[in-house]
């Protein structure tokens, strides 16, 4: 669609590639499934900090782009949140438009309007607390965690909004083989 509204071609037959490259060569798949805990209940980057009392289940194909930028906000929350041990008290975060709440859990957080719309009166939830819209408004994520008993720092916001800076550009300060001018447009 995005090609036709441009009146390109969407196989790229219309680009010239300069300096013999072979693209189809060169490229490969990019992965985007991160790796599970062991029991499959969360992220292994979550797993390893010791979090337990919490399932985030693993994205699947219906998690569309707005929430799929919203809810990498909800496990860098949690691990930055300031409960003793990291320790939760039987908290389910549910995204994207398939999951379905696991009977049992003390709460249960839905993220998104799709997961709002889907689950919100299901009556396997004991608790619900709701981060509605499309996307997500995340400027409700403090509240909806201390509803559910995570406690955030305050700028947990601002510092997810810094999170780019922080964790992912400062790796190509100081390189030489690094020009930020291939980042902007001439």
Known sequence: MAATAEARQADLSDVTVKGGVDLQAISKEHGWAQQMSESG???????????????????????????????????????????????????????????????GYKHTLLVGACQVKKNRNNPLINH????????????RLPAACKEVGIDLPEDILETYARSPEIFHMSRYVGRPEFDDGFFNIQ
């Open 128 to 139: 619900c607390v709701m981060i509605d819209g499309c996307p997500p408004e995340m400027e």
């Open 41 to 103: 209940d969360m992220p292994l980057a979550l797993a390893m900090t010791g979090i337990t009392g919490f399932r985030f289940p693993e994205a699947d194909s219906s998690l569309c782009t707005y929430c799929a930028d919203a809810i990498v906000c909800v496990p860098m929350a949690t691990m930055m949140a300031t409960n003793p041990d990291k320790r939760f008290d039987d908290v389910e975060v549910l995204h994207g438009k398939r999951l379905e709440p696991t009977p």
